[in-house]
């Protein structure tokens, strides 16, 4: 009986550490992922693919530059700075 309670407190000892940092890191976690960001797989503070994202390229029509993630594509790949520009296609 002693041997089982000894047991029970090495396996208490053990685990409650990591318990407590699960818990602890959990507030932390949420806290992070509330941000706006809305972006998945920034875990560890390393943003996915951020030279492809935050490309600046011209809009076909008005020529503003502007961040490719916020861009708007025709189909022949075209970057447009808004859905007025899209539909009034490239500038000649
Ligand atoms: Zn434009």
């Given amino acids: 009986m002693k041997y089982l309670l000894l047991a029970l407190v090495v396996l208490w000892l ?5 318990v ?28 996915a693919k951020p030279a492809q994202a935050d490309r600046i390229e011209p809009c ?6 502007l961040p490719v993630s916020e861009a708007l594509h025709d189909i022949g790949g ?4 808004s859905e007025a520009h899209r539909l009034a296609g490239p500038r000649v």
Wanted: with cysteine; aromatic share 4%.
């Fill in 14 to 18: 053990l685990y409650s550490p990591a």
């Fill in 20 to 47: 407590r940092g699960r818990l602890r890191g959990q507030p932390r976690h949420k806290a992070d992922s509330g941000k706006p960001t809305g972006r998945p797989g920034t875990e560890g503070g390393q943003p």
């Fill in 60 to 65: 076909a029509h008005c020529g503003v530059h």
């Fill in 78 to 81: 075209r970057v447009y700075c």
